[in-house]
Nanobody
Framework: QVQVVESGGGLVQPGGSLRLSCAASGFTLDTKHIGWFRQCPGKEREGVSSITNSGGTTFYSDSVKGRFTISRDNSKNTVYLQMNDLKPEDTAVYYC??????????????????????WGQGTQVTVSS
């Protein structure tokens, strides 16, 4: 059974850091491009970052560029999201998911939630003093 599980969320002060993990099971992670999304109550799911199956290409939303770093360790079947200089507006539930298409499609649609499948249950990130 294909499954991803997010972890690493929590409460952090503004300017702090967290590292989220997305652990995969039921498939070989290096066959899939992976994305991180976030969602606040009453808002649409927002694409935060994506990474190709090899880890060679990454994508970031403008709101997190320069502060967040996506990476992967295929030997551990895990994708990470290092979040630095966190701001209150980063507060959300963070999800990871598998991209359904190929690399070319990813370059155009990496931030579209409808292009992903096998969503995890999410991990809550709260940035507050």
């Amino acid at each position: 059974q294909v499954q991803v599980v997010e972890s690493g969320g929590g409460l952090v002060q503004p300017g702090g850091s967290l590292r989220l993990s997305c652990a995969a099971s039921g498939f070989t992670l290096d066959t899939k491009h992976i994305g991180w999304f976030r969602q606040c109550p009453g808002k649409e799911r927002e694409g935060v970052s994506s990474i190709t199956n090899s880890g060679g290409t990454t994508f970031y939303s403008d709101s997190v560029k320069g502060r967040f770093t996506i990476s992967r360790d295929n030997s551990k079947n895990t994708v990470y999201l290092q979040m630095n200089d966190l701001k209150p507006e980063d507060t959300a539930v963070y999800y990871c998911a598998l991209f359904r298409g190929n690399f070319l499609r990813l370059t155009h649609l990496w931030s579209w939630a409808g292009e992903y499948e096998s969503w995890g249950q999410g991990t809550q990130v709260t940035v507050s003093s």
